[in-house]
């Protein structure tokens, strides 16, 4: 079942975007598609849009991080969701840390908004064509962002802990 | 109501019905303001008690849960999952369970997939009895609340006969359930399957008909299922605008094939409405805890995975096999699949959903955790303008926004 | 009406000299005994302690047995302070108002693992204890604490309001405190 959604779709993207499609896998139970960052838009715009796949839910975004792969540093990984035939599709787009711009698809989906803006607040990707792309969660005075593998989970403030028995 | 508001000054608009500038006040409820139940911030714009404009601030609990995870082994973030949804937490530890079984492609028992049935659902009516009685607050009948109060407390006496703790529960481990229900775990449950009906449907007596109550909540704070859908409303909220998505019975987890049960839905989604769609779900979690004490199958309450379930201390103690695995387990040396897996359960606010990348190291490389509340609470804004301020109470009390899940 | 008393717990009378008509004691003891028993907690319930709390509150628990029945949700009528739950850094400068908001004289609990010391969330966001910005009277551990701990904790604070003397307020000493915190 998922295999034959998983080829029918990436026709569908193949038509659309062409080459912006560059990767289409299963992981588990779910058809994943790596498209390309200027494609993302529209792909998401074909795939709700037309009929036939009418993914009218998005389920999740999310941010993703990835040091080692460079060029490709950061990245996004949205979940689509047609409610009636129960399809659901998952979306990977990556793009270099210097240049962490993504169009935003609050266009597509209202939903978008605060889920933007939670992953501006955890990796500073900006969303270009935001309505509001502020800090959500932390203080606007934050000057760096979280969730990006190089930063510390821990609270600096702590002076109890003491390393020097334990080898944290 | 839906015409678009023009704003011509610091502090002075047009009235779209007359036409007329006319002034509105600012007035900043929260973050902990009484009426808003947990640490939500909302600066209103009125226009006397019209509510023009609303901009909602969460964050002020951001307890950077997903940063975490990835510095937590696989059997440490269950301790995480609970303070998520606190209302409802085994249904959060069970999600997760399901999250790393799947990555694992493990096989869970039967039984052990009963066993989960019943503590979700029992969750599940604690997370609703709680919603539903501070709507009863809400609208001033306190009895509600002090009275329910009092068969919830039987559901927290359950979970810690079965794992030792009333909210922050911890419930079940990767493969299953940590032990089997004691003697004294089927007797109270017992007593709560024939306690609580009663005393819910007393409940429902004094409010659902209540004159009252319905002139207070029809037609407050609706949304459309096509606004529902577009602001990614999941769970009873989404029911409660028309669309019958249940986790539940669209993508069955942990045997939920094999019970019977109908999803409630209404029609406008307004207060009203979730109201009634919560209280016919704690009458399904009813029928199907009982259809699950009634077929609960025999056989083993864990599947066997020695790889990610701790031996029992006994053979730690006595056999080599057995501590090796332990010891493994504990330090993490276990060995996890790399890839990528999403699994969503039916939370008791909607799909709550677990998205993890492991890269087969001991910690997620990538856990995200799709929680309904922070999802649909954007939509706040657009459902309460329009409105009367204390609509706007009353609306949040029954989306049931739980801090803790708003910002992770 | 309370007619056979021995059936209830009911406060005795401070020591003091009684005689036919008249009753004497310390003006201090009086004004303890009267605050102990009718403490205005001011819930400020952020996270997952905030419904244990609402447990203690509720029928089963009833923490109107013990004087404090009545919840001030407004900062300038309350005596106690009872923080529960995870306060984050974002937070922080708000609890620090209520606290000054709130008139003299008064108490603060810290219910849980985090409104203590940060509990499991020993992480950027997170405040590593409310006492880093405020002074803590009574700490309840637990994450979250059992409903009797809640009642145990408020039984503390009753014994510290009721041995208070009516002086500590203005002694150098308390001022001194407060000026670590840098408060007024
Ligand atoms: S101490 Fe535990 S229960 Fe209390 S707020 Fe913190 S995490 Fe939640």
Not at chain 3, 54 to 73: C, Q, V
Request: charged letters at 25%; hydrophobic letters at 40%.
């Amino acid at each position: 079942m998922s295999n034959e959604l998983l080829t029918y779709i990436s026709e569908k993207l193949k038509a659309g975007i062409g080459n912006g499609l560059l990767k289409a896998e299963m992981a588990y139970d779910f058809p994943v598609f790596e498209i390309e960052r200027d494609s993302i838009h529209l792909a998401i715009k074909l795939l709700k849009e037309d009929p036939d796949t009418d993914f009218h839910f998005l389920t999740t975004l999310c941010g993703l991080h990835y040091p080692d792969n460079k060029g490709k540093e950061l990245g996004l990984m949205y979940q689509l969701h047609n409610l009636p035939k129960n399809h659901r599709i998952r979306l990977k787009t990556f793009f270099p840390v210097q240049d962490p711009t993504v169009p935003t698809i609050t266009d597509l989906f209202p939903a978008a908004n605060w889920m933007e803006r939670q992953e501006y607040d955890f990796y500073g990707i900006k969303f270009q064509g935001h309505p509001n792309l502020k800090r959500i969660l932390n203080m606007d005075e934050m000057n760096y962002f979280p969730m990006r593998k190089e930063f510390p989970l821990e609270d600096a403030t702590r002076t109890d802990k003491d390393d020097t028995m334990f080898g944290r | 109501m839906n015409k678009e508001i023009i704003y011509t000054g610091e502090n002075k608009f047009i009235d779209p019905v007359t036409g007329q500038e006319k002034e509105f006040t600012t007035l900043n409820l929260g973050p902990t303001h009484p009426a808003t139940h947990g640490i939500f911030q909302n600066i209103l714009k009125m226009d006397g008690e019209v509510v023009l404009d609303a901009e909602p601030t969460v964050g002020y609990i951001h307890r950077a849960f997903e940063k975490i995870a990835e510095r937590r082994p696989f059997y440490q973030i269950t301790v995480l999952t609970d303070r998520m949804n606190y209302c409802s937490s085994p249904i959060n530890n069970m999600g997760w369970h399901m999250t790393v079984e799947k990555l694992l492609k493990a096989e869970i028992p039967k039984r052990a997939e009963y066993l989960r049935v019943i503590i979700m659902e029992l969750s599940r009516i604690s997370d609703h009895i709680i919603c539903n009685t501070v709507i009863g607050v809400d609208t001033g009948a306190m009895t509600g609340f002090l009275y329910l109060f009092q068969w919830r407390e039987l559901i927290y006496e359950i979970f810690e006969e079965i794992c030792g703790a009333r909210l922050t529960t911890n419930i079940g481990r990767i493969g299953g359930m940590e032990r089997d229900f004691s003697e004294i775990a089927w007797k109270k449950i017992h007593k709560f399957m024939d306690e609580f009906p009663d005393k819910l449907r007393e409940f429902e007596k004094l409010v659902t008909r209540n004159r009252i109550f319905m002139d207070r909540t029809i037609g407050c704070g609706g949304i459309s299922g096509q606004n529902a859908l577009a602001y990614g409303f999941t769970g009873p909220n989404l029911r409660a605008a028309g669309i019958d998505y249940d986790v539940r019975v669209m993508n069955p987890y942990s045997s939920y094939q094999d019970f019977d049960f109908k999803v409630p839905v209404g029609t406008n989604g307004d207060v009203y409405d979730r109201f009634m769609v919560r209280g016919q779900e704690m009458w399904e979690s009813l029928s199907i805890i009982r259809q699950a004490i009634d077929k609960m199958p025999k056989g083993d309450f864990h599947a066997d995975l020695p790889e990610f379930y701790l031996p029992p201390k006994e053979e730690v103690y006595n056999q080599m096999e057995a501590l090796i695995y332990h010891f493994k387990i504990v330090m993490g040396e276990n060995d996890v699949p790399v890839g990528e897996v999403y699994h969503a359960v039916e939370g008791g606010n909607g799909e709550l959903g677990f998205y993890l990348i492991s890269d087969g190291g001991r910690t997620p490389y990538r856990l995200h955790f799709r929680r309904p509340c922070f999802i649909y609470y954007q939509a706040y804004p657009e459902i309460i303008k329009g409105g009367m301020l204390s609509d706007a109470v009353l609306t949040m009390s029954s989306m049931n926004v739980i801090a803790g899940e708003l910002d992770a | 009406m309370l007619t056979e008393t021995d059936k209830y717990n009911v406060v005795q009378a401070p020591p003091g000299v009684e005689g036919s008509g008249f009753f004497a004691t310390s003006l201090d003891k009086a004004v303890g005994l009267a605050r102990k028993n009718s403490l205005w907690p001011l819930p400020f319930a952020t996270s997952c302690c905030g419904i244990e709390f609402m447990a203690t509150m509720a029928s089963t628990y009833d923490l109107g047995r013990f004087g404090a029945e009545r919840l001030s949700f407004s900062p300038r009528q309350a005596d106690l302070l009872m923080v529960m739950g995870t306060i984050a850094k974002k937070m922080g400068p708000i609890l620090r108002q209520v606290y000054e908001q709130m008139a003299e004289p008064k108490w603060v609990l810290s219910m849980g693992a985090c409104a203590s010391s940060g509990g499991i969330f020993d992480t950027y966001s997170v405040l590593q204890g409310i006492d880093r910005i405020i002074p803590v009277d009574v700490y309840i551990p637990g994450c979250p604490p059992r409903p009797e701990q809640v009642i145990d904790g408020i039984l503390r604070i009753q014994d510290l309001v009721g041995k208070e003397s009516l002086r500590r307020r203005n002694t150098p000493e308390y001022k001194a405190l407060l000026a670590q915190y840098g408060i007024e």
